[in-house]
């Protein structure tokens, strides 16, 4: 089985759609979906500096469309039916798109609403986000629950993220839980925490003017790893997922259980798949970066799917 996976915030890299573009209908996609954020994608994804699309306002809608441009590449229109498909926070965004839960609009317009209100909330407090890497994960959660910070992503594979004041931060970095380190991630705000509770409301209230459509394959909500077949219940899930922690070891358990052997990620790729090196051992990896691997990665579909 095939294992199709988005990436989350801060896999962007400057330039990373240059090479993309140079096919005329992904250039002319990324200009219809640039129309429905209301942003230049197309310099943002190939001109544009690294403070430039580190900013959340931008960097979520440039992720989304990204993902949904080289899955078009790679797939057309419909991502194989017997794969399960996955996103890693605002990657779930893209993966409703793959699926058909929602429409490439709306997953555009949900997404634009959600990263300038995440931006926002994030202007409030300043608040960000460390990587503890190793130790044992029920010793690194309580840790993390005790320095006042929040576990604001398991990402398996020995990764938990602690989120919260940067205050409360450099203090959980000087005194780290025993055989771990602590590593500061290149975020704006406490994301997946009650420091974004400021963004929902605005959510809320266009989710309940979006038309979701039933999953056309097997999507997995960071909530619980769980499968969600209703695309109304996984629209909630995602206005209510601002708020919560992304469980992303319970995304490789279900996949890893519904008999994945390929993990294909889509571009910004890299990092999903270095988690699942580490998390789903034995199952075989690509993360698809550049058009000129799309041949390879037809064949890894044609493998795996």
């Known amino acids: 089985m095939l294992a199709i996976v988005c990436p989350g915030q801060g896999s962007q890299t400057p330039g990373f759609l240059q090479p993309w573009l140079e ?21 943002l994804g190939t001109t544009a500096d690294e403070e430039t699309i580190k900013d959340t306002a931008v960097a979520q809608p440039l992720i989304v469309a990204a993902g949904i ?10 991502v194989p039916e017997n794969s399960v498909v996955a996103g890693h926070s605002v990657g779930e965004i893209t993966a409703a798109a793959l699926t058909m839960a929602l429409s490439p609009a709306d997953a555009l317009s949900f997404v634009s609403t959600r990263a300038k209100g995440m931006a926002a909330a994030a202007a409030e407090i300043p608040t960000g986000m460390s990587a503890v890497l190793g130790g044992d994960p029920d010793t690194v959660r309580a840790a993390i629950i005790d320095a006042g910070l929040t576990p604001a992503n398991e990402n398996g594979g020995g990764q938990i993220v602690a989120a919260g004041t940067l205050d409360a931060l450099a203090a959980f970095a000087e005194n780290p839980p025993a055989k771990t380190r602590v590593i500061p991630l290149k975020v704006a705000g406490a994301f997946h925490t009650e420091y974004m509770a400021s963004a929902v409301p ?35 899930s995602l206005v209510a997922q601002v708020t919560r922690p992304v469980r992303w070891d319970l995304c490789e358990a279900t996949m890893l259980e519904a008999g994945a052997t390929g993990l294909l990620e889509l571009a910004p790729a890299g990092t999903l798949t270095g988690l699942a090196k580490r998390g789903m051992k034995g199952v075989k990896t690509l993360a698809l970066k550049t058009p000129d691997q799309l041949e390879d990665a037809r064949a890894f579909v044609a493998e795996h799917a």
């Open 202 to 236: 605005a959510l809320q209230e266009l989710a309940s003017t979006l038309q979701p459509g039933a999953p056309q394959t097997a999507l997995l909500t960071n909530h619980d790893g769980t499968r969600i077949g209703s695309g109304e219940d996984f629209l909630a």
């Open 23 to 43: 096919d005329p209908e992904s250039a002319e996609l990324l200009t219809t979906l640039s129309a429905a954020v209301g942003l230049d994608l197309t310099e």
């Open 69 to 78: 441009l080289t899955a078009r590449a790679l797939f057309g229109r419909t």
